[in-house]
T-cell receptor
Framework: AQSVTQLGSHVSVSEGALVLLRCNYSSSVPPYLFWYVQYPNQGLQLLLKYTTGATLVKGINGFEAEFKKSETSFHLTKPSAHMSDAAEYFCAVSKGAGSYQLTFGKGTKLSVIP | KAGVTQTPRYLIKTRGQQVTLSCSPISGHRSVSWYQQTPGQGLQFLFEYFSETQRNKGNFPGRFSGRQFSNSRSEMNVSTLELGDSALYLC??????????????FGAGTRLSVL
């Protein structure tokens, strides 16, 4: 079975500060890992993904995440928060190639303080 | 290219009724998945269809069912609605080709309220 734990249901940062959203996973097979963002009354938008290869992955809007197998983590970071980053962020895991079933974390709501 | 389209966007039903939600995937996408999002349980996988066949099913009661048509459009049905079925139902589609890395594209969802 797979699971995802996102530490912190709410995170507040000041505009211009570092954004760090934490995600730890458990998987019985080499996982594919994803971060999605959800704005109010909208669906999910893919920020970035890790499948194989380079463990530091870059996504849209200046976000990046690093896959650390030894720590079973896939934390999301952005060097400088912008007001438009305020949204809910979801980390998700799938069982790898050929699997379209995503297991999501509970989500982290990011607030950006001007 | 149009994204994933879900209809209707909002729906209000009463307990005991049934409901059908529709999802049109991105053109060319053949895999469609459904998820339920609630404040308490978060995002939970319902089922996944590919080429009109259910490939995978989550842990939901038999009241939840779905199907996929030959044009890849999908519907999900919930019978005998309960208050706890109130949720945002999200549909996602994928282009199942080597190298696409299982990326799923989500629609805006259908918000179902059961009174």
């Amino acid at each position: 079975a797979q699971s995802v734990t996102q530490l912190g249901s709410h995170v507040s940062v000041s505009e211009g500060a570092l954004v760090l959203l934490r995600c730890n996973y458990s998987s019985s097979v080499p996982p594919y890992l994803f971060w999605y963002v959800q704005y109010p009354n909208q669906g999910l938008q893919l920020l970035l993904k890790y499948t194989t290869g380079a463990t530091l992955v870059k996504g849209i809007n200046g976000f990046e995440a690093e896959f650390k197998k030894s720590e079973t983590s896939f934390h999301l970071t952005k060097p400088s928060a912008h007001m438009s980053d305020a949204a809910e962020y979801f980390c998700a895991v799938s069982k790898g190639a050929g699997s379209y079933q995503l297991t999501f974390g509970k989500g982290t709501k990011l607030s950006v303080i001007p | 290219k149009a994204g994933v389209t879900q209809t209707p966007r909002y729906l209000i039903k009463t307990r005991g009724q049934q409901v059908t939600l529709s999802c049109s995937p991105i053109s060319g996408h053949r895999s469609v998945s459904w998820y339920q999002q609630t404040p308490g349980q978060g995002l939970q996988f319902l089922f996944e269809y590919f080429s009109e066949t259910q490939r995978n099913k989550g842990n939901f009661p038999g009241r939840f069912s779905g199907r996929q048509f030959s044009n890849s459009r999908s519907e999900m049905n919930v019978s005998t609605l309960e208050l706890g079925d109130s949720a945002l139902y999200l549909c996602a589609s994928s282009l199942e080709l080597a190298g696409t890395k299982n990326i799923q594209y989500f629609g805006a969802g259908t918000r179902l309220s059961v009174l």
